[in-house]
């Protein structure tokens, strides 16, 4: 169980699993750049981060809601949280729902599911409830997917926090490996993967750079 006084931003839990050298880059190194896709993502959320609240007949919405999680060591912000009522005029909530906004579409790795995920096991700690499942919301297709939180995502999501910790109590930034997603990280230009990845040099990245033009 971790204190108050050495959790780590909820969002890290994204980064990491996406790429340990981004994770270190944002958190250890404080390296941050926008880029087309953060520049997207950041129209996305500008409702959501209002920090307001409205109600839809039975459910309360809350938007940027502080949380916390001391079994996860994470602190952070909840996009949009949906509190369902059992009647119009009731005080008794018969269901709380995370949504997470995500520019872009659903990817290959569970990044936004253990995100997703922390929030809910957040919500839970901080309320005394069981929250069996939330929301992805993808700008790019306009519409929700519903995310499960099964045990095998709980068990992902409390491994990541770990390695979260592992990683900033570490104080060691990883070395970089080129993949086909870097392309898309806003980070490109200061990890530059293809000259400091193993087994890489200057000359080897301007030879590659010159076949492709």
């Not at 997703?116 to 005394?128: K, R, T």
């Not at 069996?132 to 919301?137: H, S, V």
């Not at 970089?176 to 898309?184: D, E, G, I, N």
Request: charged share 30%; net charge neutral; glycine share 6%.
């Amino acid at each position: 169980m971790h204190t108050e006084d050495n959790l780590l931003s909820l969002s890290a839990l994204q980064h990491i699993i996406f790429c340990e050298r981004q994770c270190a880059l944002i958190h250890i190194e404080q390296v941050w750049a926008e880029n087309l896709f953060t520049a997207e993502g950041k129209i996305l959320h500008e409702r959501v981060d209002s920090g307001e609240s409205e109600s839809r007949g039975r459910v309360k919405i809350e938007y940027a809601l502080p949380i916390r999680s001391l079994e996860l060591g994470v602190i952070g912000k909840a996009d949009v949280v949906e509190f369902h009522y059992a009647t119009k005029k009731s005080q008794r909530i018969s269901q709380v729902k995370p949504v997470e906004y995500k520019r872009g579409k659903p990817k290959a790795d569970n990044c936004d599911k253990v995100q997703l995920c922390a929030q809910a096991m957040c919500l839970e700690e901080m309320l005394d409830i069981e929250i069996p499942d939330g929301d992805l919301f993808y700008g790019k297709q306009r519409r929700r997917q519903n995310i499960i939180f099964d045990n095998e995502l709980r068990t992902e999501t409390r491994d990541a926090a770990k390695r979260l910790h592992d990683l900033i109590r570490s104080g060691l930034t990883p070395p970089a490996v080129y993949t086909q997603k870097c392309r898309s990280c806003s980070l490109l230009t200061f990890c530059l993967p293809k000259i400091s990845g193993k087994n890489k040099n200057v000359n080897n990245y301007l030879d590659e750079m010159m076949g492709e033009i």
